[in-house]
């Protein structure tokens, strides 16, 4: 079984940027999709963006064009680079991982079973 750890949570200005990391230990990430995930405060969990086992990726379009997902495969750990912060990415955001998400069910936090602890991020106005 996989475990993930995130960090590189933080308070940055709008506008600003942050760069988050999800380490993966115990499996190497090649084996799962990986995902984003994020909750603010009285929300549900939203999806983010998502790495598939096989590289492809997608995001949310409240991200798209601001947020990029990459993975670094001998690090096995995943990142989150945000540009563009807006209060409304205020949130916990969750690295998760799935030994078998298909492509039609990456955006579901249903088809992760591997969850980080999450990290805050929080952004002012």
């Known amino acids: 079984q996989v475990q993930l750890a995130e960090s590189g949570g933080g308070l940055v200005q709008a506008g600003g940027s942050l760069r988050l990391s999800c380490a993966a230990a115990?499996?190497?990430?090649?084996?799962?999709?990986l995902a984003w995930f994020r909750q603010a405060q009285g929300k549900e969990h939203e999806f983010v963006a998502a790495?598939?086992?096989?590289?492809?990726?997608t995001c949310a379009d409240s991200v798209k064009g601001r947020f990029t997902m990459s993975r670094d495969i001998a690090k096995n750990t995943v990142y989150l680079q945000m540009n563009s912060l807006k209060p409304e990415d205020t949130a916990v955001y969750y690295c998760?991982?799935?030994?078998?998400?298909?492509?039609?069910?990456?955006?579901?936090?249903?088809?992760?079973?591997?969850w980080g602890q999450g990290t805050q991020v929080t952004v002012s106005s």
């Open positions: 115990g499996r190497s990430i090649n084996r799962y999709s």
């Open positions: 790495i598939k086992w096989s590289g492809e990726d």
């Open positions: 998760a991982a799935s030994g078998g998400a298909i492509w039609s069910t990456l955006s579901r936090a249903s088809a992760y079973d591997v």
